[in-house]
């Protein structure tokens, strides 16, 4: 049994809190937040100090469910005690904090939140693309609609702002379907983005919305990421075929060939929390604890986000001087 602590009780903590509850081989023993009738909320050990937390309880794992700046330190502080890391994405928002959260994970085992990669469909459509099943990956392309107001921003004080959230509808909302983009992908020979403030100018300190070019070899793959839109819309990502299109929209595989259009729903565990957190929270952290077990590669340790941290936080690079966004970016 993982006695396992947590850090950050917000609002995602209660996904991981739950998944810890029910699986049969992790115990939920210890929670830190800084706030604390959040701490307390799940009823174990509860601490305003997360290191106190980790010396006195010594752990076998700890979740990160903080603001996305204190990921690399406290991943780093948890491997210097042995205590395994599964953090919550982004695990950093700039190329000295990855390097941080990649040492750790030479010390102790690191799993990063990238919970949609365990979705069937994703699977399914890896399967596509390694068994070549619609001939070769031609384009991509993929929308992430969603609507984040002033208010949401005001409620965390850490969302909004560049030290702390590193970004905004990219590094927040939209990581996770880049990070399935460039999954499918491979490492892009070319990334360029344009992002800009539209609705939340004033509001918040980083992009609202963010339009992103991707290409390795001829195969282009196009993301846009907005957080102003009127309601949190199903992500759609369509993957064009030599022989099929292949399109994704919320838990629907739709599948155009030769004139026909195949719909493909699918079961996946319940959604705990929001919906568009997904379901995906259950297998990915299951998998992090069965990894440990057997010593089995855990698909999404930090090589695994090489690739995606390395172009998101390039991204950020073109659109961003400063605290100040460039609107049209820099190449
Ligand atoms: N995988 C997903 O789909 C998904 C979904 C939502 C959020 N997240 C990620 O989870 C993380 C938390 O997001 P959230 O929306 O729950 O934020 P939140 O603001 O609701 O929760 C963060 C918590 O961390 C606490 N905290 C801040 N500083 C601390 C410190 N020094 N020590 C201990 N606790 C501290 C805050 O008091 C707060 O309770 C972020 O990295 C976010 O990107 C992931």
């Not at 850090?7 to 081989?25: F, T, Y």
């Not at 992500?235 to 259009?261: N, P, S, Y």
Request: hydrophobic share 40%; net charge negative.
């Amino acid at each position: 049994m993982f006695r396992v602590g947590l850090i950050g009780c917000g609002g995602i903590s209660a996904v991981h809190a739950h998944v810890l509850r029910e699986l049969e081989n992790t115990d939920l023993i210890a929670c830190a937040d800084v706030i604390p009738e959040r701490s307390a909320r799940y009823g174990c050990a509860a601490y305003a100090d997360w290191r106190e937390m980790l010396d006195r309880e010594k752990p076998d794992a700890v979740h990160l469910c903080t603001p996305h700046s204190l990921h690399p330190v406290m991943a780093a502080e948890a491997a210097s005690r042995g205590i395994a890391v599964f953090t919550e994405k982004p695990p950093a928002i700039d190329l000295a904090g990855w390097e941080q959260v990649k040492a750790a994970a030479r010390r102790v085992p690191v799993g990063v939140c990238f919970q949609n990669r365990f979705h069937p469909h994703i699977q399914t459509c890896k399967r596509f693309l390694r068994e070549g099943t619609y001939g070769a990956l031609q384009g991509m392309r993929a929308f992430v609609t969603w609507n984040r107001t002033a208010q949401y921003y005001a409620a965390a004080d850490w969302k909004g702002k560049w030290a702390t959230e590193g970004g905004g509808a990219l590094i927040n909302q939209a990581i996770h379907t880049l990070d399935l983009l460039i999954g499918f992908l491979g490492m892009p020979d070319q990334a360029e983005a344009m992002m800009g403030n539209h609705r939340l100018r004033g509001a918040i300190e980083v992009e609202d919305t963010a339009e992103i070019y991707l290409r390795r070899g001829d195969v282009p793959a196009l993301l846009y990421a907005s957080n102003a839109y009127s309601q949190d819309a199903p992500v759609m990502i369509e993957l064009h075929f030599a022989t099929a299109v292949v399109r994704l929209e919320g838990d629907v595989m739709t599948i155009l060939r030769d004139g026909q259009k195949q719909e493909i729903p699918c079961v996946t565990d319940p959604v705990i929390g929001r919906s568009y957190w997904g379901a995906g929270h259950k297998a990915c952290i299951a998998a992090f604890y069965r990894s440990i077990e057997t010593g089995a590669p855990y698909p999404n340790d930090p090589a695994s986000c090489e690739a995606t941290m390395q172009t998101l936080l390039s991204l950020y690079d073109q659109c961003r001087m400063g605290d100040t966004l460039l609107s049209s970016g820099r190449k």
